[in-house]
């Protein structure tokens, strides 16, 4: 068993379906960087379950153009992501879909809590998933976000943009600084896609919400296109929106 690194390169090019990971000892690393994150384009989507049993993961540095860029790049429908904490770690991004947990997601995040710095000229960031879009129900749950994203626009404190899916995010925070260029930037989530009904429940913002030249800012919610439906309960606006 490794619990001790100075370098790594964590890949996945191989379907994790079924799989189901759960760490015993707690991993220490020092700043390192990720030259491939897991999971980095759509043919290689994390599909398994893992259960970080608490533990913290720190240090963690990732600088990429590609798109789906965070610890974990693509995540499927009917994958979990749960009991895990992510701190003192630092994306750079030039490109879209950018999470500090997952880029682009299509399963559940559950009891994830991160304070990573997000910076660059990305869109669709979220302090724990950048775009969501999925053929199945995808729940947010119990999370929050603790850190400062410096982002151009389509940005939320927990998610970027719903794209695809029927969305809950529930019981979840945001108290840290989102500062963008552009529009459709949230609290919690920036913007709404589709014809589908996205759920905020008992979640509220206590950050920084700003842009310096956009509109649609909201201190939960930023845009709601179209057709898409949302049902927001017992939430909480204390942010500064700017």
Same mark, same amino acid.
């Given at each position: 068993?490794?619990?001790?690194?100075?370098?790594?390169?964590?890949?996945?090019?191989?379907?994790?379906?079924?799989?189901?990971?759960?760490?015993?000892?707690?991993?220490?690393?020092?700043?390192?960087?990720?030259?491939?994150?897991?999971?980095?384009?759509?043919?290689?989507?994390?599909?398994?379950?893992?259960?970080?049993?608490?533990?913290?993961?720190?240090?963690?540095?990732?600088?990429?153009?590609?798109?789906?860029?965070?610890?974990?790049?693509?995540?499927?429908?009917?994958?979990?992501?749960?009991?895990?904490?992510?701190?003192?770690?630092?994306?750079?991004?030039?490109?879209?879909?950018?999470?500090?947990?997952?880029?682009?997601?299509?399963?559940?995040?559950?009891?994830?809590?991160?304070?990573?710095?997000?910076?660059?000229?990305?869109?669709?960031?979220?302090?724990?998933?950048?775009?969501?879009?999925?053929?199945?129900?995808?729940?947010?749950?119990?999370?929050?976000?603790?850190?400062?994203?410096?982002?151009?626009?389509?940005?939320?404190?927990?998610?970027?943009?719903?794209?695809?899916?029927?969305?809950?995010?529930?019981?979840?925070?945001?108290?840290?600084?989102?500062? &963008?260029?552009?529009?459709?930037? @949230? +609290? =919690? /989530? !920036?913007? #709404?896609?589709? *014809?589908?009904?996205? %759920?905020?429940?008992? $979640?509220?913002?206590?950050?920084?919400?700003?842009? &310096?030249?956009?509109?649609?800012? @909201? +201190? =939960? /919610? !930023?845009? #709601?296109?179209? *057709?898409?439906?949302? %049902?927001?309960?017992? $939430?909480?606006?204390?942010?500064?929106?700017?």
């Amino acid at each position: 068993m490794v619990t001790k690194a100075k370098h790594c390169k964590i890949l996945c090019a191989f379907s994790l379906s079924g799989f189901f990971f759960f760490p015993r000892q707690r991993i220490s690393v020092k700043i390192i960087e990720i030259t491939e994150k897991v999971a980095t384009t759509y043919k290689s989507t994390f599909t398994g379950k893992i259960d970080g049993n608490n533990y913290t993961i720190s240090g963690i540095y990732l600088n990429s153009s590609d798109n789906g860029e965070g610890l974990f790049g693509y995540t499927a429908a009917g994958s979990t992501i749960k009991n895990l904490q992510l701190e003192e770690s630092y994306i750079a991004s030039t490109s879209k879909h950018v999470g500090s947990i997952v880029g682009s997601c299509g399963g559940n995040i559950l009891n994830v809590s991160s304070n990573a710095q997000i910076d660059g000229t990305a869109s669709y960031v979220g302090g724990i998933a950048g775009v969501i879009s999925s053929t199945n129900d995808v729940t947010i749950q119990d999370c929050s976000y603790e850190g400062k994203m410096n982002v151009k626009d389509c940005a939320g404190g927990l998610v970027g943009v719903v794209q695809k899916g029927n969305v809950t995010i529930e019981n979840s925070y945001f108290d840290g600084k989102l500062n &963008t260029e552009g529009s459709y930037v @949230g +609290g =919690i /989530l !920036g913007s #709404i896609d589709v *014809a589908n009904t996205t %759920n905020i429940k008992k $979640c509220y913002s206590a950050g920084t919400v700003s842009s &310096t030249s956009g509109y649609n800012i @909201g +201190g =939960i /919610l !930023g845009c #709601i296109y179209g *057709a898409a439906k949302v %049902n927001m309960e017992n $939430c909480l606006n204390k942010a500064s929106v700017s």
